[in-house]
């Protein structure tokens, strides 16, 4: 059971080499707007939410950014080695040892967690404090809500997860307390940002959900092959992003949320399979979903792979949760950035990775169909 912590204590080197502030820099210049202003909105960069502008801004109070910079390398590490410890502790003796050692060898070079450790991202912390919830649910219902509710909070690409909770009567006790507790937050977070902007409107919302919306259909946002969102791939087609298709998109995503749900009901396994379509059609709601969201596509692919091996699956159905797994492995940005990786090499990657989501999807729906017609 030391293997893996060992993987995460591999990663040390490699991050202390390629250590660079990222996002976490961009991050830190929105707490400082934060406190100055009041309105870190209006940098081009920021596109996060008033609670974590909050956070950030006291982060600018303790610490210079080279110092926060590290601890939060630090945090994300030890986050990352609680996680594959934690859940293939779960795997021990449930397994075959072929299995384990081949899905926490899977897990340890997982492109998307990586990247998220090498951008300085929050979307380790925020699928730790989204799965701690999630396993909280029947038996501390109110911790659990809390936690899902900070995660989203902090950054909402699990926002489908309380409303999934809401369809079960098992956990619409955490729903609720997961939107309240997310609502709490955001209007602390408001509440923050009108005091020190020293006015009393920056507490209405939509101002700030506006200025995100207009970033998501900028230039520099929209059609860049980093944005992995349905809208970003329909704006790279040539369709202008405009509200209708807006609309269209969201009604399909949560279309296909609806008919997993249906589905889901006639599932053994239907609390995690939930908690995989959450991770799967969260990040596609919205115009922003940059390529290192595809952590969320952990959850689905290692149950999937779980179920494969239980259950039997034909070669077909294994080939296809491969190869959506290889295709998030050809993206390793930023170290493909920082090593000088041609530029077409690293259009190609990320241009190839985007569909791993739809290619899980689809592999996904086959698998349930044959569940259905040959029920074990």
Known sequence: MLAPLAAAVALIPIALAFHRPLDFGRAYEGGLEAWSTGHPERLLTWTSTPWLALIMAVVTRLASLEVASWV??????????????????????????????????????????????FWMQTNLMVLMLGLGGFALIGRRDRSAGLL???????????????????????????????????????????????????????????????????????????????????????????????????????????????????RLRESRDQKWELFAAVGLLSPMLGPIAWAHYQILLAPLMLLLAYQFWAEGAPARIWAGLVVAFLMTEVIWDPLESILGAPLPMVVFSYSLGQFAQYVILLTWARWLSLRKASPV
């Open 72 to 117: 939060f390398l630090g945090a994300n590490v030890v986050v990352w080695g609680g996680l594959l410890f934690s859940v293939w502790r779960r795997f021990d003796r449930r397994v075959s040892d072929r299995w384990w050692w081949a899905t926490l060898i899977a897990a340890a070079v997982f492109s998307p967690a990586l990247s998220t450790i």
């Open 148 to 262: 899902i509710g900070l995660s989203i909070a902090l950054k909402p690409i699990l926002v489908l997860l309380p409303f999934a909770l809401l369809l079960r009567r098992q956990s619409r006790a955490s729903g609720w307390w997961a939107i309240a507790s997310a609502a709490t937050l955001s209007v602390v977070g408001f509440g923050f940002l009108a005091w020190r902007a020293r006015n009393a409107s920056v507490e209405l919302p939509i101002a700030y959900i506006e200025s995100f919306l207009a970033k998501g259909r900028g230039p520099i946002v929209a059609c860049v092959p980093e944005n992995y969102s349905p809208m970003a791939l329909l704006c790279r087609l040539g369709l202008p992003t405009s509200a209708p298709a807006s609309i269209v998109v969201t009604a399909s995503v949560l279309t296909v949320a609806w008919l997993l749900a249906r």
